[in-house]
T-cell receptor, first 115, second 113 residues
Framework: EAGVTQFPSHSVIEKGQTVTLRCDPI?????LYWYRRVMGKEIKFLLH????????ESGMPNNRFLAERTGGTYSTLKVQPAELEDSGVYFC?????????????FGPGTRLTVL | AQSVTQPDIHITVSEGASLELRCNYS??????LFWYVQSPGQGLQLLLK??????LVQGIKGFEAEFKRSQSSFNLRKPSVHWSDAAEYFC???????????FGQGTTLQVKP
């Protein structure tokens, strides 16, 4: 069974440009989470989808970030326009069922560098 | 506010030595508690988790963790470290009943031959 995949693995863009990150969760997992780790800081929660609905987007930094999960399968996270402070590693995770105790399976992350 | 602290940013141990990584949390009630590991180039992998019951939980790769309510701690241990254990370790409570994990700063483990 394939794990959580993320694309691209690395992205280098200039300030002001737009970048879209993609996450493919494990098939059948209703929960999809986005996290981010800025250099030197802890991993922080961005948002949580249950199927196609945003359950919790309290961690989204600002309105330059837009997450979607059309059809309840893969998800995209768009940053527009990107700023220097958006650099970091973006992780996606998925889990099955509704229990908060269910294991989250993480993807390898997308390393975003904004110059 | 909910928070978690991993006091040790870097730890170096010799191969075969024992290991303990510390984790302290601050929550209103006992959260679900997780330890994840990230090896270079890999995603985070779950080592073990605690919900209730026996306060000593066993995980993969020979790791265990002990929940101590009185100390608000959930320290990770391994009796004998292997070179392949070199990685970054994260303690992550979940206290919102939504699955939202709050991560500690991470502890990077280096293993000396």
């Amino acid at each position: 069974e394939a794990g959580v995949t993320q694309f691209p693995s690395h992205s280098v863009i200039e300030k002001g440009q737009t970048v879209t990150l993609r996450c493919d969760p494990i098939s059948g997992h209703d929960n999809l989470y986005w996290y981010r780790r800025v250099m030197g800081k802890e991993i922080k929660f961005l948002l949580h989808f249950v199927k196609e609905s945003k359950q919790d987007e309290s961690g989204m930094p600002n309105n330059r970030f837009l997450a979607e999960r059309t059809g309840g399968t893969y998800s995209t996270l768009k940053v527009q326009p990107a700023e220097l402070e958006d650099s970091g590693v973006y992780f996606c995770a998925s889990s099955q069922g509704l229990l908060p105790s269910n294991e989250q399976f993480f993807g390898p992350g997308t390393r975003l560098t904004v110059l | 506010a909910q928070s978690v602290t991993q006091p040790d940013i870097h730890i170096t141990v010799s191969e075969g030595a024992s290991l303990e990584l510390r984790c302290n949390y601050s929550y209103g009630a006992t959260p679900y508690l997780f330890w994840y590991v990230q090896s270079p180039g890999q995603g985070l992998q779950l080592l073990l988790k605690y919900f209730s019951g026996d306060t000593l939980v066993q995980g993969i790769k020979g790791f265990e963790a002990e929940f101590k309510r009185s100390q608000s701690s959930f320290n990770l241990r391994k009796p004998s470290v292997h070179w392949s254990d070199a990685a970054e370790y994260f303690c992550a409570p979940e206290g919102s009943n939504t699955g939202k994990l709050i991560f500690g700063q991470g502890t990077t483990l280096q293993v000396k031959p």
